[in-house]
């Protein structure tokens, strides 16, 4: 949570069972919680540093343990980025996109290192990213591809119809994109699409009651969202 000054950060945590939100600590420097990158891994926390307003963009990597409230600076991502995305795969963490970059760092924990896998085919930010079925899948300006790690590629994927920057949410085997807008912000969507990753193709579930610019979309009990 970022102040209105926008000068200083909290992580807060939310207490499912007693429906309470707590404040854990100040996140140790200002301007981290705008466009930053997050993703959870063997019960610890990674952040790639955010910005206030697109201002810088940034390497930094870190590591917070809920169980301690330590945070520990870990080695610098390859590429300072504005807008990505943290996303934790088999025991490592991939970091993808950014304003103008397309190059994606994977951070293996034995050799403490970064290192380059498989680009994306063109720079994108403000990208939706999710896992599933152990691959990773994002959607993009007007692209939609997976990542397979095992074979360190990527697969271009047919887009449904003209939507644009919806939110990915895997859930109950199945891959759901919902709304999303186009790039001049002139037409929005209210339409909730599943794709079939067997045949490669999209089918509109339904209809969403209203129009949002945009959707932000979780799990909440693994059965509904």
Known sequence: ELNKEGNSSLLKVFD??????KTLCQ?????????????ALNGLLYFSRGNVFFDTAHSIFFQYSPHTNTWTEMNKMNEARIDNHLVALNDVIYAIGGMGIGKVDCYNFTTNEWNYVASLNKPDSLLSVTL???KIYVLGRDNFKMFNPEF??????????????GKLVSINDKLLLVGGFNDEYTQRSKNLFEFNTTNKSWNKLLDIDQ??????AEIVN???F
Request: with cysteine.
């Open 152 to 165: 360190n590629t990527w697969q271009d994927l047919p887009l449904p119809s003209d939507e644009r920057r």
């Open 222 to 224: 693994f059965d509904k």
């Open 211 to 216: 129009e949002p610019w945009f959707h932000l």
């Open 16 to 21: 499912c069972e007693n429906n309470t939100v």
């Open 27 to 39: 996140i140790p420097f200002k301007g981290f919680s705008n466009y930053m990158g997050i993703t």
């Open 132 to 134: 599933h079925h152990n």
